[in-house]
């Protein structure tokens, strides 16, 4: 009988330090992707870029890209977080599916933690997942 209670502290403690050791989805990440799932792309990119070092010329282009996008793959509906790599105490890698009416396109967002806030510092996305994702997460 002794066992038992003794096991289940062992679990909740296994539980506790778990969570605790997930990586923080930089909120400017999460801030851009419901706006992009309930006002689109220009409201994404607005909260995506707040204060960021992306050049102007960069953005521009890139959200050309999207509206291209989703001529293809229509509107984005959701989204999955796949992984938050922490590079260090002030950078992250995060990577998504961005989830769309006919099919997920893959991203990942870099991102720089400042005294104040996070801010993406360089984002990359393709409809392949092999060109977005690491190796690490296909090889499964």
Known sequence: MRALPSLCVA???????????TPELPPVVRAGLEAYKHQGAAAAFHTWLLGS???????????????????GYGHMVGYDVLRVLPLGPHVSRTYVAMLYEKGPVYIFFDCYRGADRWTMTAFYFHTRPDSVLPRSMLDH
């Not at 679990?11 to 050791?21: K, N, P, S």
């Not at 070092?53 to 001529?71: N, R, V, W, Y």
């Open 11 to 21: 679990l909740l403690l296994t539980a506790a330090v778990g969570a605790a050791q």
């Open 53 to 71: 070092p992306i050049p102007e010329a960069q953005i521009l282009s890139t959200k050309a890209a999207f509206d291209q996008m989703e001529i």
